[in-house]
């Protein structure tokens, strides 16, 4: 597991709610099996410089121990909080134990008046110094740190590519023999495909000629008996019209001879007639 440094600072009309952030990071720490070496409430102190339209901020400090993938289960309490000025998460090379820098300068009434002696100068010139060492041994720890992870991650980049190219030559040999059964499994299917055909084709060849046999049988049957039935129509057609013929000649006999008989009638009434006409003239001519 690896030390941390944990400082914030909180909104100081808010200080209920910096502690409560306070016991809740230590709750999380304690959640996650990690062990609390020094909690402090530093309190009020004079900022270096404006935040947020504030003068004055609300410290807060924790020196704990935990494993740095657990770390944002605690770093994640500090999001999207509003009241939150200022954070530091600083990695530790062992546990801090004893009073902070931070605690003493604050309990240290002079320290915390706003004059601007010598000894203020001082002070806060030593804390920046200690400060910026820190810093550069957190620096140079972190660069040390990258240098081996990069190391390592080298060392598993060089075998994993080395597993890699092996499991493709063995997975392209696999593949080409695989190809090569496909492929001859096809040819003989091929082969297969076109006997088959060829038989196939034949067999439809005899079938064919044999249909061909049979419709040309039957349609010279066909046609034999439609010439018979031809021949057996042409000939009662013409006794049909013979017969017509017959009777239509007799008809036409007995219509001159019915003519003949009224003509003959006619002559005959009409004789009468004019025999009465003249009569009626004579006897006229008389009077």
Same mark, same amino acid.
């Given at each position: 597991?690896?030390?941390?440094?944990?400082?914030? =600072?909180?909104?100081?009309?808010?200080?209920?709610?910096?502690?409560?952030?306070?016991?809740?990071? *230590?709750?999380?720490?304690?959640?996650?099996?990690?062990?609390?070496?020094?909690?402090?409430?530093?309190?009020?102190?004079?900022?270096?410089?404006? =935040?947020?339209?504030?003068?004055?901020?609300?410290?807060? %400090? =924790?020196?704990?121990?935990?494993?740095?993938?657990?770390?944002?289960?605690?770093?994640? *309490?500090?999001?999207?909080?509003?009241?939150? *000025?200022?954070?530091?998460?600083?990695?530790?090379?062992?546990?801090?134990?004893?009073?902070?820098? %931070?605690?003493?300068?604050?309990?240290?009434?002079?320290? &915390?008046?706003?004059?601007?002696?010598?000894? *203020?100068?001082? /002070?806060?010139?030593?804390?920046?110094?200690?400060?910026?060492?820190?810093?550069?041994?957190?620096?140079?720890?972190? +660069?040390?740190?990258?240098?081996?992870?990069?190391? /390592?991650?080298?060392?598993?980049?060089?075998?994993?590519?080395?597993?890699?190219?092996?499991?493709?030559?063995?997975?392209?040999?696999?593949?080409?023999?695989?190809?090569?059964?496909?492929?001859?499994?096809?040819?003989?299917?091929?082969?297969?495909?076109?006997?088959?055909?060829?038989?196939?084709?034949?067999?439809?060849?005899?079938?064919?000629?044999?249909?061909?046999?049979?419709?040309?049988? #039957?349609? &010279?049957?066909?046609?034999?008996?439609?010439?018979?039935?031809?021949?057996?129509?042409? &000939?009662?057609?013409?006794?049909?019209?013979?017969?017509? +013929?017959?009777?239509?000649?007799?008809?036409?006999?007995?219509?001159?001879?019915?003519?003949?008989?009224?003509?003959?009638?006619?002559?005959? /009434?009409?004789?009468?007639?004019?025999?009465?006409?003249?009569?009626?003239? #004579?006897?006229?001519?008389?009077?």
């Amino acid at each position: 597991m690896n030390h941390y440094e944990i400082i914030y =600072i909180f909104n100081p009309d808010e200080k209920e709610l910096g502690k409560s952030l306070f016991d809740k990071i *230590l709750e999380t720490t304690k959640s996650i099996k990690g062990q609390i070496h020094r909690s402090e409430e530093i309190g009020s102190r004079r900022l270096a410089y404006p =935040i947020k339209d504030f003068y004055r901020g609300e410290y807060f %400090l =924790i020196n704990l121990e935990c494993n740095s993938s657990e770390l944002a289960s605690i770093t994640d *309490l500090f999001k999207f909080n509003e009241n939150i *000025l200022r954070t530091s998460v600083l990695k530790k090379k062992q546990a801090e134990t004893g009073k902070s820098a %931070l605690m003493e300068q604050t309990k240290d009434s002079s320290y &915390e008046k706003d004059s601007k002696d010598e000894g *203020l100068v001082k /002070k806060v010139s030593n804390e920046a110094k200690e400060v910026l060492s820190k810093a550069e041994e957190v620096v140079e720890d972190a +660069i040390e740190e990258v240098k081996e992870a990069a190391e /390592k991650v080298e060392e598993v980049v060089e075998d994993v590519v080395e597993d890699v190219v092996e499991k493709a030559e063995e997975i392209v040999e696999a593949a080409e023999e695989v190809v090569e059964d496909v492929v001859e499994k096809a040819e003989e299917v091929v082969e297969d495909a076109i006997e088959e055909v060829k038989e196939a084709a034949e067999k439809v060849e005899e079938v064919v000629e044999d249909v061909v046999e049979d419709v040309v049988e #039957k349609a &010279e049957e066909i046609v034999e008996a439609a010439e018979e039935v031809v021949e057996d129509v042409v &000939e009662k057609a013409e006794e049909v019209v013979e017969d017509a +013929i017959e009777e239509v000649k007799e008809a036409a006999e007995k219509v001159e001879g019915v003519v003949e008989e009224v003509v003959e009638e006619a002559k005959e /009434k009409a004789k009468g007639v004019f025999a009465k006409v003249k009569n009626v003239f #004579k006897s006229d001519k008389k009077k």
